[in-house]
């Protein structure tokens, strides 16, 4: 009978360990798997592949950087010595525009002509900028050139202003407005959510009778448990409305009621934490304090608090990750704009919300698909700093406490 059950503990034992370190090896791989992905997206070029800015040999501009080519193409830029170049206009020919110039049955079935008419146009105009497929280049022109492409950077990435991933030719896939609507909606989440939990907190830890307690506790804790989606419905017929109509915005869908419903979504995990944190705080401390003459008032604001400052912190550290990490009830409420944010009344877009939103609708292994893989690595990035910081604030709280 005890080699049976010791052998059973063997096998279980064994069972466990495997599963483990399937587990993390799963993990690992599947993060190992998102950076992979991600970081692809430095090995395209600023230009649509398959495609190339062609420029007359006279032009004396060799180079443009991928805002530059965004802003030429869209008008912003109208002038050569914008770029570096002549003080001469920019004129823009797209590929499609030669069947404009000459009629397409000019062609016949024979398009081997093509290259050799786009060269001309190009030859004939200094000013142009062409794009033009690949498999079209005048290759045996000389008067025609092809402005140099770097790879889209790091830099390009982690500091550009826009997040237009369909533009063409040269998409946008700059991640700070959507960094900045992420924190901008997550920080002032945790702002509206701090007080109401740590006040909440405090009632159910030291002011609440037991039977209050026993009921309301589950009851906030079960409030996790909501799926997020039916957050954002709540978000989308009540707040939204309510600002628009209280504020006189003409839409509702804004940085301020993402704030709100995640802001009620945090609320369990800051009023669960915080109050564990309370009652651990040892009852001589309370009684200490109380002997001395301290109301109970004062008992909480001068000794509870403070004692259980760590593991309040550790609260609001996970109320963020929470807010962070959201996406369906923000992507409702907040009306998906990736523009930089200057206020809590202007729809933003947040990292979550655009990975869900576009992730269908990317070419599988193309610069948009990558680009939302990295997306996935910034966000992962900072969930483990909030993780790691939410574990050294706990560490801290069990060390105060031997």
Known sequence: MKLFRKI????TEGLLTLSGGVTSLVI???????????????????VDKGYSLCVNAGNPV???????????????????K????????????RFDEI??????????????????KLGEIITENENIIA????SYFPKDNPDVVVLKSENISAADFLTGKEWIPTATPAPQFGILPL????????IFAILIALPLGLGVAIYLSELAGEHTRKILKPTIELLAGIPSVVYGFFGLVVFVPLVQRTLGLPVGETALAGSLILAIMALPTIITVAEDAMRSTPKTMREASLGLGATHWQTIYRVIIPYSSSGISAAVVLGIGRAIGETMAVLMVTGNAAVIPHTLLEPVRTIPATIAAELGEAPSGGAHYQALFLLGSVLFILTLIISISAEMISQQQKNKGL
């Open 8 to 11: 059973v503990e063997r096998i």
């Open 28 to 46: 690992l791989l599947i993060i190992l798997f998102l950076f992979k992905e991600g970081f692809g997206l430095f090995r395209n070029p600023v």
């Open 131 to 134: 794009l033009l497929p690949d």
């Open 82 to 93: 914008e770029v570096g170049g002549k003080d001469t206009e920019i004129m823009l020919f």
């Open 99 to 116: 069947f404009e110039l000459y009629a397409e049955e000019a062609f016949g079935n024979d398009y081997e002509l093509l290259p050799m």
């Open 179 to 186: 960094l900045l609507g992420t924190l901008w909606v997550s």
């Open 62 to 80: 060799t180079s443009l950087r991928s805002i530059q080519i965004k802003e030429i193409f869209d008008g912003e830029i109208s002038s050569w």
